[in-house]
């Protein structure tokens, strides 16, 4: 068995800019050392809610587990360059093939390619046409997962420009549906295999939209 750390770390950022606090020095002999965090429940490495998209539709903590954890199938599309609308072909070229129910990781492995601490990871990625949205809701999948800002408007956001939306295709088209958005995962280029298990637990924060997550995949653990 192999566990692969998918997570983004959360430290210093110039989108989020979380307050990372600590209370205390045992060297001082205090006798704990405590640390604060407070930042957006949409930074990172997280898991969006219906509610974040959706009017009056469920918040975070009423996600089942079994949506975020389970068997999982990895599109391998590490050879898509920057600037890239993804089209339903490359998507059907990239899937490995599986089960209704699967969760689908989206592996582009922008990390490598853009530094995702740096203003050009948000604005030069590829993105999904909605044609490659409802492709994938036709799969029937419990969870989307994605490495790379998978909405071409997310890159406005840095700008403040707010466009209607149903440019948000995944949003509007898979979330609306039901399929949980796994947002902002790394170190897909780490993967080897392209059928694994993956945990993207949120934490269980009441009446919040969304929830940072500790996400990772377990190969090799005969499923």
Not at 30 to 41: H, K
Not at 54 to 80: K, M, N, W, Y
Not at 88 to 111: F, K, S
Not at 125 to 138: G, I, K, S
Request: glycine letters at 4%.
């Amino acid at each position: 068995m192999r566990i692969v750390d998918l997570s983004m770390p959360v430290s210093e950022h110039f989108r989020w800019q979380p307050e990372i606090a600590v209370k205390g020095d045992k060297s001082a002999g205090d006798q704990f050392r405590v640390t604060r965090l407070a930042t957006t429940c949409h930074g990172f490495t997280h898991v969006d809610a219906q509610a974040h998209f959706i009017d009056g539709a469920p918040t975070i903590e009423a996600t089942p587990l079994e949506q975020v954890v389970g068997r999982c199938r990895v599109f391998d599309l590490s050879a898509l360059e920057a600037n890239t609308a993804i089209e339903p072909a490359a998507l059907a070229a990239a899937d490995p093939g599986g089960e209704e129910g699967d969760i689908l990781l989206l592996a582009t492995q922008w990390d490598l390619k853009r530094d995702y601490q740096t203003r050009q990871f948000w604005t030069e990625a590829p993105w999904l046409t909605r044609e490659a949205a409802q492709w994938l809701l036709e799969l029937k999948p419990r969870a989307l997962a994605v490495d790379f800002p998978q909405d071409y408007p997310i890159r406005l956001l840095l700008d403040n420009v707010r466009v209607p939306d149903e440019e948000h295709v995944t949003h509007d088209i898979l979330l609306r549906a039901g399929v949980t958005l796994i947002e902002y995962v790394v170190n897909t280029a780490a993967l080897r295999e392209k059928r694994l298990l993956l945990c993207a637990a949120p934490l269980k924060i009441v009446n919040a939209d969304g929830a940072p997550a500790r996400v990772f995949a377990i190969e090799g653990d005969d499923r």
